[in-house]
C-alpha cells in the first residue's frame, strides 16, 4: 500500500455499529486486505484529526448461497477485512452523526 488513502475503503453503517458508535465510542470501517493496525490507525488519525486508543481487526469470510428455482447455482460474496476502532471519548467522526 502507498497511500493512506488506500488501507480505508468504507465505513460500514449497520444497527450494532451504530449501538458501538453511541456507548463505546467505536468506528467500524472495511479496510484494504494487506492492511495492519498501525496503518489503520494512522489512516485514522491523519484523515479525522482525532486520537485512536484501540485497533482490532476481524477477517469476514467469504460466504455461499444458492439462487435460483432448481437452487443448483451456487453464488458467493468476497470476504473482507473490517477494522472496529476505539477512539478517545472526547473525539467524534463526523461520518456517522447523521445516524442515531
Known amino acids: 500500500m502507498s497511500t493512506i488513502y488506500e488501507v ?3 465505513p460500514i453503517v449497520t444497527e450494532k455499529s451504530n449501538y458501538l458508535v453511541n ?4 468506528y467500524v470501517f ?4 494487506d492492511a495492519n493496525r498501525t496503518q489503520v490507525k494512522d489512516a485514522i488519525e491523519i ?3 482525532v486520537t ?3 485497533v482490532n481487526i476481524i477477517n469476514a469470510p ?3 448461497a444458492r439462487k435460483g ?4 447455482m451456487d453464488i458467493s460474496n468476497a470476504g473482507y477485512k473490517k477494522a472496529v476502532v476505539t477512539l478517545n471519548p472526547e473525539d467524534r467522526i463526523p461520518l ?3 445516524v442515531e
Not at 456507548?23 to 467505536?26: A, E, I, L, N, S
Not at 428455482?69 to 443448483?72: E, P
Open 30 to 33: 472495511e479496510v484494504a486486505k
Open 62 to 64: 467469504a460466504k455461499r
Open 23 to 26: 456507548r463505546m465510542h467505536q
Open 47 to 49: 484523515l479525522f484529526h
Open 52 to 54: 485512536v486508543l484501540r
Open 69 to 72: 428455482r432448481s437452487r443448483r
Open 96 to 98: 456517522f452523526e447523521g
Open 8 to 10: 480505508l475503503h468504507r
